[in-house]
């Protein structure tokens, strides 16, 4: 364990320092025997999981979820994943690598845990490792040196058995690597024609005994959205704090401490034209797109218009509007490109400047100065806020008054009739995706009141503009309307479900006629009015295709062959359905550089790791004997 790193800590009082770090902790106490088989939440071959890790291990990826979200996971959708599942499947096979890696006889120095240890930047300082800062954080953490080590260690191992496993995956063939690159590169073109229900809505029949059968399968889908009638006591912040004196001394303080919330820092409006080069290109196609930019430069130094020049060169999102940039503070930009804004005069053009995007030629349009709002312009706003803030705890504290006198009076009408000058407010009915204006459209509002039951009192509910409390007096729950109130709406939809049906049906049977000996595409589109159309070459993974065929159609394009040429069922993009037959197949227009081979025989190399690493941990995990705790079915 990093002996030699104690003997370098010094023997002082750490200062309480906040350090929010991502360590692995999963694999805390893995391996401890015991005693009580209860304890454990999974037990993989006689390795056991406690229920601390699997909470661990199953908030991190909560977390990581939340983060994809905007911090909060939408409701239903943990569920839907299944993370408790995945997050088992996890720490099953993290088990079983490191019993697989111990078996192969793989170990982990104390050597490797210590340059592991050395090389996270949480336990640096200056680029150093710090003994101080490694003691901290893991105090912080509440974690002891070899607790921490030991779960490295674990980790560690798991990482070198997937690495010995994967080694016997070494090779990508050349037949395999041309092939790959044939796959990927080659080209097919499809003839094609196009079912447009829309064209069909109006052959739809619509008769009263057909829409009605209709109406009783789908009435379903026009069920009316729950409604509730709801009384409500609201403490809000504007009129409470429009009760309350700010006196001019106080606003004049708040804007001084304040004084860089009213500051707009120095701003420039800036031009460039952007020639393209990321840093996984060439050294030659970099010196290409330098010389590129220089020339431009030239021209635009020699009095072209530059915006013109941006509108024909540049290669940036810009170029349309003449590479404008508009106005944008200093450091918004990447370094070398704001260094080179930030340090031209007005009107000048930049000499060419690498970034990871490319090569730019950038011309200064205007520079705006910084500036400070005036006091008197801000000075109502600020009185506004602090009376709000002010106005918060007082609203809290009258919500809890108030909530208290109800529950002590039994029930919100007896507090009424005790309190009759109380601003009690009774809404109409509304739906929750139609609310009335004001507090009552506040979301922490709306989820509060239609969780409600008829007569039940809410808490204290807290509202971007005060606080709550609420009561439901009346409720409509979500009902089949008549189908005479929505006869419209109804008859609208069975249209369009009947004429969808009617070209899907006309679709299924011109592939019939297509595969029933060599009847003529052209001829067949021409008899029901449709223009048979071509799709031009198109490519498997094409990240800006030019054709009107359906992108979402081109893999089944690419399973046609020779000798099944057409379509076996409709495709569908949106409303409409496609019959297409394959025109024509190509090879890749140009040769296998050196480049793209290095490219996939790494892509090979991977997948076939991957698929021995799959095939290891399948096998074993057949082979092993995992308990998973009944209490975690309804975690």
Known sequence: MLEFLRKRAQSIVIQAIVVIIALVFIFWGVGTNLMNKQEAAIVVDNEEINFQQFQQAYDQAYARLAEQFGGTVPKGLADQLNIKQQVINQLVQESLLRQGGLEMGLMVSSREIQNEVESMVQFQKNGQFSMEQYQAVLGANRLSPEKYEQSLRYELLGTKTIANIAGFSQVAGDYEIEELYRLEKETVSVDYVVFTPQSYEDRVEVTAEGLEQWYGDNGGTFKTEKEIQVRFLPFLYSEIGGKISIGDDEVQRYYDDHLSDYQKPERRHARHILIKASPEDSEDLHQE??????????????????AALAQQYSEGPTAEAGGDLGFFPEGQMVQPFNDAVFGMELNQISDVVQTDFGYHVIKLEEIMAASTTPFDTVKEDIKTKLQREQAKPMALQMANEAYEAIIGAGSLDAYLDATPDAAIVQTDYFRQSAPPEGITADRAFLEKAFVLNENELSSIVEASDGYTIISAVSIKEPAVPALADVREQAEKRYREEQAAEQARTDAEKMIADLGAGGADFAELAGAVNLRLQNSGPLLKNDPEPQTSFPQTLTADAFRLSAAAPV????????????????????????????????????????????????????NRQAKADITIHKSLENF
């Open 289 to 306: 797109k330098r010389a590129q930019a220089e020339e431009i430069r030239e021209r635009a130094h020699s009095g072209e218009d530059f």
């Open 567 to 618: 379509s076996p069922t409709p495709g569908q993009s949106g409303p409409d359905f496609y019959v297409y037959k394959l025109k024509e197949r190509k090879p890749p227009e140009t040769a296998l550089s050196e480049e793209d081979r290095v490219r996939y025989e790494e892509l090979l190399l991977q997948f076939k790791q991957q698929r021995v690493l799959d095939a290891w941990l399948t």
